[in-house]
């Protein structure tokens, strides 16, 4: 099996969308973020890490009408540095957490 190239971004201000595709996400930033996620392909791998000058701020990561987080949630909120949502596309409404460190909550 071949695993997609992933490209990083990093998120810094409110409003921001998460981009379509393979990517690992920094949510960066000294104020809270409040982000669009991104709609999944089947095969889409995702990654969020919450780092940078975050320390100890909520960001949210809400994801498009009609797709969720394991089916049921669409908001994913990370309070710590160094949470951490690794994702793949399981279908175009669904992302399947494979892993989540620290503790990112979801709603």
Not at 34 to 48: H, K, N, Q, R, S
Not at 86 to 107: D, L, P
Request: glycine share 12%.
């Amino acid at each position: 099996m071949k695993l997609p190239l992933l490209e990083l971004q990093d998120i810094t201000s409110t409003g921001d969308v998460i981009h379509d595709g393979s990517y690992i996400v920094n949510l960066n930033s000294a104020t809270s973020l409040a982000v669009t996620g991104p709609t999944p392909a089947v095969g889409d791998l995702l990654i969020i890490v919450m780092g940078g000058n975050s320390a100890t701020l909520d960001h949210t990561v809400t994801l498009p009408s009609g797709v969720t987080w394991e089916g049921t949630n669409d908001v994913a909120t990370f309070g710590d540095n160094g949470d951490m949502l690794m994702c793949y596309g399981y279908s175009t409404t669904r992302w399947q957490i494979i892993q989540n460190t620290g503790s990112v909550a979801f709603s």
